[in-house]
């Protein structure tokens, strides 16, 4: 078979869910050399079993407003692959997401997860709820709605959600508070969870901080470091927050954050209290970052992205396909040299193209945004062992799985030339571990 004819069987077993698609594409064109010239991956068929979600749960949840109208949104839980852990993965809770949203983040997940070097499986959850505008008893009614018939698919062993985009600490909470009392059971069944019930030190923070730590990697391989360069980063959420954070300690200026109205310039820099302000907007749920542009009285362009900004390192932490064509070549010829990936899928593949072409460092969030869910793995652990470690121990952890991470990349993704191909890099050392394991595990 060749890798058109295998991608046709693909597009044709799922109609119209282009963004799985795209994730899968981008996956298959780099690992289908490894895959074909690997007898056992190919009379397993690991491929396309990997693509396909072990399954999916579709439910609904009514809830009840302020003014007390029933309200419907939908529910999907996606446990991709079990092969080297329980199913692991966020909830993102947004109008469009649907099942092939959650399908692709689900499948991105499987290799973020197991580039970790850490026993997780992959998976995905999620519901059409949009958390804009709601109020603080609106969100805990759907939250506790939601659990009430997701708990009886989840559990330490099975599958252990998080949070993701709409669902921060606050969410997390109320859902892991209905698990419990359905469940009878106090249990780490979901991370990010408050500090002094089972969360873990560093766990907001870390995926922005493993996104620079990543980032810091790649920029060594040229000699350089984040002291005095310009950064932009989009989004103003918990990934933005925590890059934004990390690379001002190291020395950066972040000038930009965006948000779905536009985003804001800052040319002193977003630092100190402007990084806590960043918490409160995503509090208010009003989802615009034109208020940080009120309140700190600076530029904000509308209905625009922050990619047009003269800087030398691109931090996307906002949303999938935010960075295109056009942006990556104004980013290349504004001189940019390493875009690193906090958001899943953010640059389009004609973007990372171009990102390749020009030999830009570029990161995929699979390997670059990987440190929070493995920081999520830290909380199971010490959730399992009745434990608590340190800041410092964990940050120290989540340096090491970063560096390892960029170490796979660079072992399998190194070009000739030298130049690191770490999308090939990041797929290749992702699915070569998944799919072994899928081997030794027979045809389940
Ligand atoms: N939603 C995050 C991600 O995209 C974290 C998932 C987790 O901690 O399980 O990786």
């Known amino acids: 078979m060749t890798m058109h004819e295998f991608m046709e069987k693909i597009e044709k077993r799922n ?13 298959v064109e780099t690992v289908w050399d490894t895959y074909i010239n690997n007898p056992r991956f190919v009379k397993n068929n690991v491929l ?22 029933v309200q419907l949104n939908r529910g999907i839980r996606v446990q991709q692959n079990s092969a080297i852990g329980p199913y692991k993965g966020g909830i993102r809770f947004q109008q469009s997401v649907n099942v092939s949203t959650l399908k692709f983040l689900a499948f991105e997940q499987t290799l973020k997860n197991s580039l970790t070097t850490l026993p997780m499986g992959g998976g995905k959850g999620g519901s059409d709820f949009n958390p804009t505008g709601k109020s603080d008893s609106e969100i805990m009614r759907f939250c506790q709605a ?15 959600p998080a949070g993701d985009m709409g669902v921060g600490a606050r969410e997390v909470g109320y859902m892991f508070g209905m698990y419990k009392k359905l469940a009878n059971n106090f249990t780490g069944v979901i991370t990010g969870k408050g500090l002094n019930w089972g969360g873990s030190r560093f766990r907001p923070e870390a995926t922005g901080f493993g996104t620079v730590y990543f980032a810091q990697e790649q920029l060594k391989t040229k000699g350089t470091n984040f002291a005095g360069k310009r950064v932009a980063v989009s ?13 001002t300690d190291l020395g950066a200026k972040v000038v930009t954050l965006s948000g779905p109205d536009g985003y804001i310039y800052d040319e002193k820099g977003v630092s100190g209290d402007k990084i806590k302000y960043m918490v409160d907007m995503k509090l208010s749920n009003r989802n615009v970052v034109k208020d940080y542009a009120d309140k700190f009285g ?12 003269k800087v030398d390192i691109a931090l996307p932490c906002a949303t999938q396909n935010e960075l295109d064509e056009k942006d990556a070549k104004t980013l ?22 171009l990102f390749k072409g020009a030999k830009i460092l570029y990161a995929p969030g699979k390997a670059s945004n990987a440190g929070g869910v493995s920081t999520s793995c830290l909380e199971m652990a010490q959730n ?29 993704g190194i070009e000739a030339d030298g130049f690191i191909d770490y999308v090939k890099g990041s797929n290749i050392a992702g699915f070569m571990k998944v799919a072994n394991a899928m081997c030794d595990q027979g045809v389940v």
């Open 298 to 309: 600076v530029p904000f362009f509308p209905g625009k992205r922050p990619w047009d900004v």
């Open 332 to 353: 290349i010829s504004n001189g940019v040299i390493c875009v690193t990936e906090g958001a899943n899928m953010p640059c389009t593949p004609e973007a990372m193209h």
């Open 235 to 247: 989004g103003f959420g918990q990934v933005s927050w925590g890059a934004t954070i990390k690379a």
């Open 48 to 69: 396309e079993r990997m693509i396909e979600p072990e399954r999916i749960i579709i439910f609904s949840v009514p809830w009840v407003d302020d003014q007390g109208e």
């Open 146 to 160: 939601f659990m009430q018939e997701l708990f009886r698919h989840i559990g330490p062993q099975t599958d252990v």
């Open 384 to 412: 399992a062992t009745h434990c608590s470690w340190t800041g410092e121990e964990v940050d120290a952890k989540l340096q090491n799985i970063m560096k390892s991470i960029h170490e796979q990349c660079v072992i399998h």
């Open 15 to 27: 109609p119209g869910e282009e963004l799985f698609i795209q994730a899968v594409k981008e996956v």
